[in-house]
């Protein structure tokens, strides 16, 4: 980090210097030009404005769109980090993993057989880790931001929530083969709601749930925790009320999550419910145990009780289990054991990232006639496209960060940063459990999420 540093300060000298008519410094020219722009006075907002978007277009813009308006916050980002005085990167321990990591893909791209087709998935990786830069930029110097950016989060997830409400009631028709109904009676087929998001996947909705849930039940308790304490919510002042208003939405974006079918969410929501009950104990288990056993218990017999009387959900929970027999299940086995050929004739440097060029070259060893988008594994996803280093290094970012969130939540004293790190930690760790059986965390809508969660960690902990 510190060679960009310098780079950057090369940079600022540079492009200040060219202004320079012999009377003033290149750092004299900076302060002046910030000092008298209006433009980059108000950089920091329209950042803002500009993450903003970028989630409210997630719900209803496809994919192109979206990284347009990421692009828009690298830009500013890019003109702040040249044009503000002082202003210079600074890293976590974790984010040495995450630069390994990117270097390997750009090593792998260089030797993609299908250099051109992996460009455009390069492009994507480059788009998401910059949005990241940009995004842990911003928080590093508006921490109080944090919150409203939980709130633009879970408000998307309550909207999706609402539309699959709706969409339940309404009986919506698949728009592609969802589920395998060959062995279901008529009353065991669910309604699979899909949501808004591009493109109409239930599984994608399902991933972004186990994204942006955690936002809703970290925010609720955020609130209540301010308006107990009778201090100012960044959000609405006194928050007991607005808390509970928000968990209840929280309530409802987790039920339809259980509508939209998708196996690999109702796993991670378990995940969600355990990190949940975790970072609980910490502050409910020595004062409160009974009521803290009480609502663990309470959620074991909601969740028991609707697999066991819900036939449809009862009939999607048990297909998990039952391997070959399952379509869906026998697709995903012919797809990890095809990708890990791919990996073992590719285990230096991968394919080249990118899911246009995992479709060419899986073609070659696909073990049925169907093709696939994707390994259906991130891990093993990232093992194919960019080789073992690459794994090594992603593996080494998740779990030197995982561990330094872990160890901060216990040793804190200041219940709302825990609140907000444990958030993101929770978040991050159920959308990597969703990736161990699928690839919807490739998706811009869960992206931006995933690394706006690791920029919340990075910030409150730097």
């Known amino acids: 980090m510190t060679i960009f540093n310098s780079v950057l300060r090369f940079t600022q000298q540079k492009i200040t210097a060219s202004l320079d008519k012999g009377r003033w410094t290149a750092k004299r020219w ?15 907002k329209l950042i803002f404005a500009s993450i903003v978007l970028v989630f409210l277009s997630s719900t209803v813009m496809p994919s192109d769109v979206i990284g347009f308006i990421a692009l828009i916050t690298i830009f500013l980002t890019f003109v702040k980090l040249i044009f503000k005085p002082n202003e210079k990167l600074e890293y976590s321990t974790f984010e040495l ?18 250099f051109h087709l992996s ?9 998401y880790l910059a949005f990241y830069v940009s995004v842990a930029q911003y928080l590093k110097n508006n921490k109080g931001k944090i919150p409203y950016i939980l709130g633009v989060i879970g408000a998307c997830v309550s909207f999706e929530a609402v539309i699959g409400v709706i969409q339940n009631f309404s009986h919506v028709s698949e728009i592609s083969t969802w589920q395998d109904v060959s062995k279901l009676n008529p009353e065991q087929v669910m309604t699979r709601v899909y949501g808004t998001l591009k493109p109409l996947n239930p599984n994608l909705l399902g991933g972004y749930f186990v994204a942006g849930i955690p936002a809703l039940y970290g925010l609720s308790a955020y609130l209540y925790i301010a308006g107990k304490t009778k201090a100012p919510s960044p959000l609405w002042g006194e928050g007991r009320g607005e808390g509970l208003i928000v968990f209840i939405f929280a309530l409802l974006s987790t039920v339809v999550l259980f509508l939209t079918g998708c196996r690999g969410s109702y796993m991670a929501m378990m995940v969600i419910f355990f990190g949940i009950f975790a ?29 066991l009387l819900v036939s ?23 797809v990890y054991h095809s990708s ?9 440097l991968g394919i080249g990232v990118g899911n246009q060029n995992f479709r060419e070259i899986y073609g070659l060893y696909m073990k049925t006639g169907f093709d696939a988008l994707s390994a259906y594994n991130i891990f093993l996803e990232i093992a194919v496209e960019s080789g073992i280093f690459a794994l090594i290094a992603f593996l080494g970012f998740l779990v030197t960060l995982i561990k330094n969130s872990v160890k901060y939540i216990l040793k804190s004293t200041d219940t709302k940063s825990v609140i907000l790190v444990s958030t993101a930690l929770i978040s991050i760790c159920a959308v990597c459990f969703h990736g161990f059986v699928d690839t919807v965390f490739f998706r811009p809508q869960i992206q931006f999420i995933f690394w706006t969660m690791v920029a919340v960690v990075k910030a409150i902990k730097h």
């Open 340 to 348: 890990l050929d791919m990996f073992k004739d590719n285990w230096l």
């Open 97 to 114: 993993w995450l630069l390994a990591y990117f270097m390997i893909v750009v090593i792998s791209l260089a030797g993609s057989t299908l």
């Open 312 to 334: 449809s959900l009862r009939a999607r929970v048990l297909s998990i289990f039952a391997m070959r027999g399952d379509s869906s299940n026998s697709f995903r086995f012919n």
């Open 30 to 44: 900076r302060d002046f030009l910030y000092e008298n722009s209006l433009f980059l006075q108000n950089i920091d």
């Open 119 to 127: 460009l455009k998935g390069f492009f994507k990786t480059f788009t």
């Open 279 to 307: 970072v609980a104990s910490k502050f409910l288990w020595h004062k409160h145990k009974k009521i803290f056993l009480t609502a663990i218990g309470s959620v074991v017999a909601i969740v028991a009780s609707a697999i």
